[in-house]
């Protein structure tokens, strides 16, 4: 740290907040960028000019603000973006973070034929077995990696995708534009699991991090199931929200 940000400052704002503020500039201006681990408590205080517990202030004013991650035994780390979903409604990750402002990309891992597994089949009511296109597509938020996707299809509309460019085109205008077919309603399953091996890699995480996994069954206006997703997101940048409205229950 340089002397500028020596903590040793005048004025009535509490030195912690002068540390947190010159540290939340380094993270917004990208000098820190997410992932980074900061330098240790002691060293830390020591480059400030300030106690252990003036530091401690400080990162507890960012850990707030979900600026930085404190790991148990590994250190404190900028955190990375999240996701702020709201599992009330029906939307998709890239287009709710892009209304919000964040510069989502998608990277298209491939597309193959496959044959479904049970919880696939089971979810697009297709006899076991069933050979069904597989796509997998990385969110990256500000080029950080934010959600592996696994989209399944039945082998009749698969067919027909195989042949758009998935790496240009999103998947629910192929569907929608190419095949005429509009997604009304979905069925969403939240869990807590832990990252393997091959998805560990894409994130950027590692193997056995805490994440959690959505699986959403996507139906047209007949009620046909159209697509099975998994998406996989890794624990730190994942928050559920709904809007709650108390009603008072007369005796």
């Keep these: 740290m340089n002397g500028r940000l020596n903590g040793k400052v005048n004025g009535r704002v ?11 500039e380094r993270i917004r201006g990208g000098e820190l960028a997410p992932g980074t681990r900061l330098p240790n408590q002691r060293g830390l205080a020591r480059s400030f000019g300030v106690t252990l517990m003036t530091l401690r202030q400080a990162l507890e004013v960012l850990e707030r603000e979900q600026l930085i991650a404190r790991r148990h035994g ?5 955190a990375g973006p999240s ?9 998709r990750f890239a287009g709710d973070l892009s209304a919000k402002g964040e510069r989502v990309d998608t990277r298209l891992l491939g597309s ?4 479904g597994d049970r919880r696939v089949t089971d979810a697009l009511r297709l006899p076991p077995r069933a050979r069904v296109l597989v796509v997998e597509r990385l969110r990256l938020v500000d080029g950080h990696p934010m959600s592996l996707q696994r989209s399944f299809l039945p082998a009749h509309i698969g067919d027909e995708v195989m042949r758009a460019d998935l790496a240009s085109t999103p ?13 009304e309603r979905a069925s969403e399953t939240v869990s807590a699991m832990r990252l393997g091996r091959r998805e560990a890699r894409e994130l950027g995480c590692r193997a056995g991090a805490p994440a959690f996994e959505s699986e959403r069954v996507s139906f047209d206006a007949t009620r046909a199931p159209v697509v099975f997703d998994r998406v996989f997101i890794p624990g730190d940048r994942f928050r559920i929200t709904r809007e709650l409205v108390y009603q008072e229950v007369s005796a």
Excluded: C, M, N
């Design 14 to 24: 509490p030195r912690y907040h002068r540390i947190a503020e010159a540290l939340r």
């Design 74 to 78: 590994l250190g404190t780390f900028v």
């Design 83 to 91: 996701i702020d979903y709201d599992i009330l409604q029906l939307q």
């Design 112 to 115: 193959r034929p496959a044959l």
């Design 171 to 183: 998947l629910h205008q192929v569907l929608e534009f190419k095949l005429g077919i509009v997604i």
